[in-house]
């Protein structure tokens, strides 16, 4: 059974049916990393507008320093807001930290699901190059098949495909096939 040729073909053609089993997780793949990179573009706005703001305490902690300077105010009072100021910076930075250690994630996790969807997309390049040879290879079967099988229809003396690709069409084959009772063949002596 092993030296049947459908069997042969059988065997080249079965790792291919996991081909588009490959390419569903490479479309789930582009989406996750998709999905992550929106993700990502979030978060760096947010950690954006969080320098901002912190751009803008230290602005007024500096005024409120100018303020203590000049004697404008008192300095229970300038105290007091330089204490409110300076626990707003501290959860701020703790916020951007957080940020920061998330965004790196995301950045390490885009990375990763680049180089999974790289794989896959040359894994899927070698699977289509495995099925243009299976389907050429199927394609010479089917020609030595067809002469094999006019072969013994005619009876044809002498073995020589290339005589009867020569002097026989395809029409005269099949318009032989059609008039005649097909003889059983298991495969054709000659090769």
Request: proline share 4%.
């Amino acid at each position: 059974m092993r030296n049947w040729q459908w069997w042969k073909l059988y065997t080249r053609v079965k790792p291919l049916l996991t081909q588009a089993k490959a390419e569903d997780e490479m479309r789930k793949m582009a989406e996750d990393y998709e999905s992550t990179k929106k993700e990502l573009d979030k978060l760096q706005g947010k950690m954006k507008e969080l320098e901002e703001q912190n751009v803008v305490l230290l602005q007024q902690k500096n005024d409120m320093f100018a303020q203590m300077q000049a004697g404008d105010s008192t300095v229970a009072d300038l105290e007091e807001k330089i204490e409110l100021l300076i626990n707003q910076k501290g959860d701020q930075d703790e916020e951007i930290k957080d940020l920061e250690s998330r965004l790196q994630d995301l950045e390490g996790g885009s990375e990763e699901m680049l180089k999974k969807l790289d794989a896959k997309q040359e894994e899927n390049e070698e699977l289509k190059k495995n099925v243009e040879n299976l389907e050429l290879n199927l394609q010479k079967v089917s020609d030595y098949t067809v002469c094999c099988y006019y072969y013994h229809l005619s009876g044809i003396s002498s073995w020589s495909p290339p005589t009867l690709r020569a002097n026989l069409s395809v029409s005269t084959l099949f318009l032989h096939l059609s008039f005649r009772h097909p003889p059983s063949i298991r495969h054709c002596p000659h090769p």
